[in-house]
């Protein structure tokens, strides 16, 4: 943790109210990220990120019930989670998934494929951890 002024300092996330500035900041991590993995964002999303996934090292667990798509084939291991992950969004349960990179997840929160929100979690430890979680849901997902 740095020190700044005398006292440890650090952001541990951020929070994207304008949904685009959100995704341009997902876009711009992708293309300089060579590992991502994509755990249940929306599948409207997903296509539109498609092209710039390619040539990348990626694993894809789609949502629960969404079938998997030719169009996803060649871009890696793709499966479909057998869990149901929500947040509550204004009182109301809508779907949650993330995308994970080396140093830093963004999470979605979605309702079908209209994009709620987008927010950020950088701090180091947080990060591993949801890899880690990750990986333990793609053993438990279907391929």
Do not use: H
């Amino acid at each position: 943790m740095p020190i700044v002024d005398g006292r440890y300092e650090m952001c541990i996330g951020s929070n994207y109210t304008d949904i685009e500035k959100g995704l341009d900041a997902i876009r711009r991590r992708i293309e300089k990220a060579r590992n991502i993995r994509i755990n249940g964002i929306p599948m409207a999303l997903l296509k539109e990120l498609r092209p710039a996934l390619e040539k990348k090292d990626v694993k894809i667990i789609l949502p629960l019930g969404a079938k998997k798509d030719s169009s996803l084939e060649g871009l890696g291991p793709v499966a479909v989670t057998k869990a149901r992950v929500y947040q509550r969004y204004n009182d109301k349960e809508v779907s949650s998934g993330s995308i994970i990179f080396p140093d830093v997840v963004f999470n979605i929160v979605y309702d079908g494929d209209r994009i709620l929100g987008i927010s950020t979690l950088e701090y180091a430890k947080c990060v591993k951890c949801m890899k880690e979680g990750f990986e333990g849901g793609w053993r438990y997902a279907k391929k």
